[in-house]
C-alpha cells in the first residue's frame, strides 16, 4: 500500500475548534492533493502542495509536506458546520505520475 | 469551472446484465478517469485515458472495460455485472501535463447496485 497506518478515519468537533488531519506516503511523490467530498457529490480539489513547497494557505485551510518524513497534513482552522466532509490526500506516486493514488480518506464531523 | 456529467445518476441490474456507465467532460482535458468508491477503500482507480482511442489499466480493472471515442466521452463498460460491482462510480477530467500533477474534476457519480 502506498500510505502508512496512522491516516485516521473519523473526527468529531465543535463549531471554532481546529482540526488537523495526517497524511502518509511510503512512495516519493511531487505532490500532495487534499480533496473535500461532500455528501452526495463528487470530490472537489482544495489545497495543491508541491515536493518544493513546505506550507500553503488558502483561506481557513493550511496544508503541510514535509517531504523527509514524507507526510502531509491538513489543518482547518476554526471549523464550520459547513466543514463536515470527507477529506482525501492524494499523491502522485502512481503510473509514472499519470494517475493519483487515493488515501482512504477522513471523515470530519463539525457539530454545533 | 470544469465541467463534467456522469449518466445515468442511479442504475440497477442483475447479475450478468450488461451496463454502460457514460461520462462527459466540456473542458478539452486530455485525462479522463473511472473510478469506484467503496467504504474502507476510498477511490481506487479502474481505467485512465490520455486521449481519444487511447486506454490506460488502473489498480482494479478487473470485469471493467472502458472506451474513449472522442476528447470529451469516456464510457466504462460491465459486460458481465456481478454484485461485486456494486459500488459508487466516479468519472473525473484533468488538464494536460503529466495529469497527477494536475486537478482532478468529478462528475457527480454514478450509484450501480447489481443484484
Known amino acids: 500500500s502506498q500510505w502508512g497506518e496512522e491516516n485516521l478515519q473519523a473526527l468529531s468537533i465543535q463549531e471554532g475548534e481546529d482540526v488537523t488531519m495526517n497524511c502518509s506516503y511510503k512512495t516519493y511523490t511531487t505532490v500532495v492533493h487534499w480533496y473535500r467530498q461532500d455528501s452526495g457529490r463528487g470530490p472537489a480539489l482544495i489545497i495543491l502542495i508541491r515536493s518544493n513547497e513546505r506550507e500553503k494557505r488558502s483561506g481557513r485551510l493550511r496544508a503541510t509536506l514535509d517531504t523527509s518524513s514524507q507526510s502531509s497534513s491538513l489543518s482547518i482552522t476554526a471549523a464550520q458546520c459547513e466543514d463536515t466532509a470527507v477529506y482525501f490526500c492524494?499523491?502522485?506516486?502512481?503510473?509514472?505520475?499519470?494517475?493519483?493514488?487515493f488515501g482512504t480518506g477522513t471523515t470530519v464531523s463539525v457539530s454545533p | 469551472e470544469a465541467a463534467v456529467t456522469q449518466s445515468p445518476r442511479n442504475k440497477v441490474t442483475v447479475t450478468g446484465g450488461n451496463v454502460t456507465l457514460s461520462c462527459r467532460q466540456t473542458?478539452?482535458?486530455?485525462?479522463m478517469y473511472w473510478y469506484r468508491q467503496d467504504t474502507g477503500h476510498g477511490l481506487r482507480l479502474i481505467h485512465y485515458s490520455y486521449g481519444a482511442g487511447n486506454l490506460q489499466i488502473g489498480d482494479v480493472p478487473d470485469g471493467y472495460k472502458a472506451t474513449r471515442t472522442t476528447q470529451e466521452d469516456f464510457f466504462l463498460l460491465l459486460e458481465l455485472a456481478s454484485p461485486s460491482q456494486t459500488s459508487l462510480y466516479f468519472c473525473?477530467?484533468?488538464?494536460?501535463?503529466?495529469?497527477?500533477?494536475?486537478?482532478?474534476?468529478f462528475g457527480p457519480g454514478t450509484r450501480l447496485l447489481v443484484l
Open positions: 492524494a499523491t502522485d506516486a502512481y503510473q509514472g505520475g499519470r494517475a493519483l493514488i
Open positions: 473542458n478539452s482535458h486530455n485525462y
Open positions: 473525473a477530467s484533468s488538464d494536460s501535463g503529466t495529469g497527477g500533477q494536475d486537478t482532478q474534476y
